[in-house]
């Protein structure tokens, strides 16, 4: 798996510290086919996808994280991109957080038996971050979001950078630094991040105020003359 993930066909994992961990980390604790835990695929469970390790490498490339970092992980998920941060850093200095419960019990079950129990996971609203244990140095956000979350922001260190999918129809991966995209790294496909309110383990879920509210706002920037109200054609 990792030498395809090294291999200039894909060139998706540079990094040494990364290389190291993503051979460590057993993935088959992760998902659900133990059989093909190895391919460069994702795996669909508890209405959550497991990311496949390409996309976690191009991630943990962007996010550059470095032992004894302290790092958020925003959508913990069944906890494999936990593990490989934990790999890296160190277990007790990554923090997962994911809006779903059966997730949270699941990530903490996984992380334990791989032999990352020391991985702090809870449950909580994800945009909110965890700001009992800020500051962080690296937040990892792993869904999509129009703008990134002020107080995922706030939670920084200075010099700390966040990296998330920016956008919903189009989505860019983007590292935001001193509460700017600092660089883009491609197009990438994400789940939208949830609120409270909602859940990733249902069949279907009602739109949210707030999804009204962004498509309201993009309705907005796509009016042309007669559809603006304040025009007044009487004059």
């Known amino acids: 798996?990792?030498?395809?993930?090294?291999?200039?066909?894909?060139?998706?994992?540079?990094?040494?510290?990364?290389?190291?961990?993503?051979?460590?980390v057993p993935r088959e604790a992760f998902v659900p086919d133990e059989r093909g835990a190895y391919a460069d695929r994702s795996f669909e469970q508890y209405g959550t996808k497991v990311l496949a390790?390409?996309?976690?490498?191009?991630?943990?490339?962007?996010?550059d994280p470095q032992e004894g970092d302290s790092v958020l992980v925003v959508g913990a998920g069944v906890g494999y991109t936990a593990a490989v941060c934990a790999q890296v850093v160190g277990a007790r200095n990554v923090h997962a957080v994911d809006i779903a419960r059966r997730l949270v019990w699941e990530a903490?079950?996984?992380?334990?038996?791989?032999?990352?129990?020391?991985?702090l996971v809870d449950r909580r609203n994800g945009e909110r971050g965890l700001p009992e244990y800020a500051p962080f140095d690296?937040?990892?956000?792993?869904?999509?979001?129009?703008r990134p979350p002020d107080a995922l922001l706030s939670q920084l260190a200075p010099g700390g950078r966040l990296v998330m999918p920016l956008g919903l129809g189009e989505q860019r991966l983007v590292a935001i630094e001193n509460g700017a995209?600092?660089?883009?790294?491609?197009?990438v496909s994400f789940a939208?991040?949830?609120?409270?309110?909602?859940?990733?383990?249902?069949?279907?879920?009602n739109r949210t105020t707030r999804e009204d509210r962004?498509?309201?706002?993009?309705?907005?920037?796509?009016?042309?003359?007669?559809?603006?109200?304040?025009?007044?054609?009487?004059?």
């Open 1 to 24: 798996m990792v030498a395809g993930l090294e291999h200039d066909s894909k060139r998706v994992l540079e990094s040494e510290a990364l290389s190291v961990a993503f051979r460590t």
């Open 53 to 63: 390790p390409s996309t976690v490498a191009r991630l943990f490339e962007v996010l």
């Open 108 to 119: 903490r079950d996984n992380l334990g038996r791989a032999g990352y129990g020391a991985v």
């Open 138 to 146: 690296r937040v990892l956000l792993e869904a999509a979001a129009i």
């Open 181 to 187: 995209v600092a660089s883009r790294h491609g197009a």
């Open 192 to 205: 939208p991040l949830l609120i409270e309110g909602e859940r990733s383990d249902t069949v279907e879920r």
């Open 214 to 235: 962004e498509f309201a706002e993009r309705a907005a920037e796509r009016r042309r003359g007669w559809e603006h109200e304040w025009i007044d054609w009487d004059r």
